[in-house]
């Protein structure tokens, strides 16, 4: 049964709202939370993996005591009224919304999770009755069956992605998340640069693909992308973070301290870099801060810009 407002908005209102809610909060989910799982996905010598980097978007959870907000797991099912048939896009909102109900609770049971996960399969599927290339629907799918380790399908739908909507960036992006959670940076790093190609005013593809490429330790390609992104400081930390990650120490240093060469007020670098220095006296052997690399040959990934130049 369908649950209607008290005060008369009719269920398909009602839905809209919900699915607008859904769509949002399932966005957050599958295109940023997703990428820094893979690419960051862990703490390094007690320094956080968090940050202001954009995609590091915070819990998008309504106001508690706003009557007209929807919370996600009042989800109802879609129905046919009078106005006819729901579009596909529609079919994916309820479908991403229930994806979310069944990422967030780990405490489902596993009959719970079955019900869920058949729902939300049937959704999709109903997306593609309605519109049989649409490729919200085929992600979906996608990302349903990478998290039930349903392999074959999920290498039969992304084939089909390909196949279709080769010239998308979203099915490249999505390529580019699963092979970062993998580990495989560098082929993610290429799915990055095939989103960046087919959308090359997409800021985050080209964000995402300077953190990708670091994660592999190809550090200079990476800073070119982050720095082109972004103010300088940030690109420093954000490459210092990718190398924390990675374990090499002097460097990350070395690159926090450029940034408080250019923003002597950054308070993210100073904080990363109070974090590292505790990090290093508390773990013998680490990190010498007398001992920084030499600088890099014919670039300018290893020297900051001078305050009041541009690159």
């Known amino acids: 049964m369908v649950a209607r407002y008290r005060d008369g908005e009719s269920s398909r209102d009602r839905q809209h709202q919900i699915a607008r809610f859904a769509q949002a909060a399932c966005f957050q989910l599958f295109t940023c939370g997703s990428i820094l799982v893979g690419v960051s996905g862990c703490e390094t010598l007690g320094l956080s993996s968090k940050s202001n980097f954009p995609t590091m978007i915070s819990q998008m959870?309504?106001?508690?005591?706003?009557?007209?907000?929807?919370?996600?797991?009042?989800?109802?099912?879609?129905?046919?009224?009078?106005?006819?048939?729901?579009?596909?896009?529609?079919?994916?909102?309820?479908?991403?919304?229930?994806?979310?109900?069944?990422?967030?609770?780990?405490?489902?049971?596993?009959?719970?999770?079955?019900?869920?996960?058949?729902?939300v399969r049937q959704l999709f599927q109903q997306a593609l009755?309605?519109?049989?290339?649409?490729?919200?629907?085929?992600?979906?799918?996608?990302?349903?069956?990478?998290?039930?380790?349903?392999?074959?399908?999920?290498?039969?739908?992304e084939r089909k992605l390909i196949e279709m909507h080769g010239n998308n960036g979203k099915v490249w992006e999505r390529r580019a998340v699963r092979l970062a959670q993998e580990r495989k940076f560098d082929q993610a790093a290429e799915a990055y640069q095939k989103a960046h190609e087919s959308d090359p005013d997409n800021r985050m593809y080209r964000i995402h693909l300077g953190?990708?490429?670091?994660?592999?330790?190809?550090?200079?390609?990476?800073?070119?992308?982050?720095?082109?992104?972004?103010?300088?400081?940030?690109?420093?930390?954000?490459?210092?973070?990718?190398?924390?990650?990675?374990?090499?120490?002097?460097?990350?240093?070395q690159q926090?301290?450029?940034?408080?060469?250019?923003?002597p007020q950054h308070a993210e670098a100073r904080q990363m870099l109070l974090s590292l220095t505790t990090a290093e006296t508390n773990t013998p052997g680490m990190g010498d801060p007398a001992t920084l690399p030499a600088p890099l040959q014919g670039g300018n990934f290893m020297e900051p810009v001078p305050t009041g130049m541009s690159r």
């Open 61 to 119: 959870e309504p106001p508690p005591n706003n009557p007209n907000t929807v919370q996600v797991n009042e989800v109802v099912e879609p129905v046919v009224d009078k106005e006819g048939p729901l579009s596909a896009n529609t079919y994916n909102q309820y479908a991403y919304a229930k994806m979310d109900m069944l990422l967030r609770d780990p405490m489902q049971s596993p009959p719970q999770r079955e019900a869920l996960i058949g729902q």
């Open 129 to 157: 009755a309605v519109e049989p290339t649409n490729v919200d629907a085929y992600i979906g799918l996608e990302s349903l069956y990478q998290h039930t380790g349903e392999v074959e399908k999920r290498l039969e739908i």
């Open 211 to 253: 953190f990708t490429l670091a994660r592999a330790k190809r550090y200079e390609e990476g800073y070119k992308w982050l720095a082109n992104s972004m103010r300088e400081p940030e690109a420093r930390c954000r490459l210092a973070q990718m190398m924390l990650h990675n374990q090499d120490l002097v460097q990350a240093r």
């Open 256 to 263: 926090l301290q450029y940034a408080l060469q250019i923003d």
